[in-house]
Nanobody
Framework: QVQLVESGGGLVQPGGSLRLACISTGSIFTTSAIDWFRQAPGKQREWVAQINRSGTTFYEEFVKGRFIISADIAKNTVYLQMNSLTPEDTAIYYC????????WGQGTQVTVSS
């Protein structure tokens, strides 16, 4: 079973951008898709976006027009480009396989604050 490792988080000011990476120890699309999720303090984990093997993407409404999910199969990596960040985007971001999920990684912390 492949492992996914998230990276790229950090502290950014409102209106700023970050690019997260989800790197697989093997082929990135061992299942049909990759999801990004996030979990804010005191809240449940929520789905953010998905990309499938065909390159088709799906987004939760609250990130449409701001976040872009993409894949570099040669690098076994899925990216989440996050633009126009707001404090409400502060969370730990996780990636996972879909539809069958793998073990959750440690995620990467994104903090949006002035």
């Amino acid at each position: 079973q492949v492992q996914l490792v998230e990276s790229g988080g950090g502290l950014v000011q409102p209106g700023g951008s970050l690019r997260l990476a989800c790197i697989s120890t093997g082929s990135i699309f061992t299942t049909s898709a990759i999801d990004w999720f996030r979990q804010a303090p005191g809240k449940q984990r929520e789905w953010v976006a998905q990309i499938n093997r065909s390159g088709t993407t799906f987004y939760e409404e609250f990130v449409k027009g701001r976040f872009i999910i993409s894949a570099d199969i040669a690098k076994n990596t899925v990216y989440l480009q996050m633009n126009s960040l707001t404090p409400e985007d502060t969370a730990i971001y996780y990636c996972n396989t879909a539809p069958t999920q793998s073990h959750w990684g440690q995620g990467t912390q994104v903090t949006v604050s002035s």
